[in-house]
Nanobody
Framework: VQLQASGGGLVQAGGSLRLSCAAS????????MGWFRQAPGKERELVAT????????YYADSVKGRFTISRDKAKNTVYLQTNSLKPEDTAVYYC????????????????WGKGTQVTVSS
């Protein structure tokens, strides 16, 4: 199983990025997926998760109203639209996939991608 994250980069504060995570090796159409991030010197934290059906989403308070998670089951891909980016959003963003329909923390994830760097300049 591979989770390939892409879409990171350098952006000015207030800008936007769309992160993508393509899964291969098995289908996750019935399972929860999510995005997490880790800034230098900090622990990995949850950003957003989406249920297997796509009908339920969960966001960290710090990104509510600015980030949107979505998925395309046909493409076995999960997305994270990030808007109104702030310097404190700077981190390596990781996508992850679970083996259960709903998950709202990193401990429930079974597979992890390698991450994509997001840097927000002030």
């Amino acid at each position: 199983v591979q989770l390939q994250a892409s879409g990171g980069g350098l952006v000015q504060a207030g800008g936007s990025l769309r992160l993508s995570c393509a899964a291969s090796g098995r289908t996750f159409s019935s399972y929860g997926m999510g995005w997490f991030r880790q800034a230098p010197g900090k622990e990995r934290e949850l950003v957003a998760t989406i249920s297997g059906s796509g009908g339920s989403t969960y966001y960290a308070d710090s990104v509510k109203g600015r980030f949107t998670i979505s998925r395309d089951k046909a493409k076995n891909t999960v997305y994270l639209q990030t808007n109104s980016l702030k310097p404190e959003d700077t981190a390596v963003y990781y996508c992850a996939a679970a083996l259960k329909p709903v998950v709202t923390d990193l401990y429930g994830m079974a597979y992890w991608g390698k991450g994509t760097q997001v840097t927000v300049s002030s």
